[in-house]
């Protein structure tokens, strides 16, 4: 039979392994609605569109700023400011994801066009050169 202070160590660190897990999930939730301590200013990422398991594009807000970032292993640019087509579609009531963007800016713009993805992104770069 096992002993008794066996089964006093083994239940410790089993319970402090449950601990550790719940304050690892805790953390996480909390670090997905942050704000940026140092600034104070809301950041959230809206959406994002992987394109190779390497390269991804972002949608976030920072304050009421929309920006298209796109990130690879080695740096992340801003490719385009994306507030004045959010808040005219009023995407930010209806759930933006980077499809409703394309899908509503696509009905507003030319309903016939093509519907993709890289169609948006040069509309979006059209209208924020002019």
Do not use: W
């Not at 670090?31 to 992987?50: E, H, M």
């Not at 009531?93 to 499809?99: E, L, P």
Request: cysteine-free.
């Amino acid at each position: 039979m096992l002993n008794a202070e066996l089964i006093q160590s083994l239940g410790i660190v089993v319970g402090f392994l449950v601990f550790v897990f719940f304050l690892s999930n805790l953390l996480k939730r909390m670090a997905t609605n942050r704000k940026i301590a140092t600034l104070g200013i809301d950041f959230k990422i809206v959406s994002k569109l992987p394109l190779t398991n390497k390269n991804i594009l972002y949608i976030v807000q920072i304050g009421s700023n929309f920006l298209l970032l796109g990130a690879s292993e080695n740096n992340i640019s801003a490719i385009a400011d994306l507030t004045k087509v959010i808040q005219s579609s009023d995407l930010r009531t209806t759930g933006s994801t980077v499809f409703n963007l394309q899908k509503n800016y696509q009905q507003s713009s030319n309903p016939n066009s093509d519907v993709s993805f890289k169609n948006f992104l040069k509309e979006t770069f059209k209208k924020s050169k002019n």
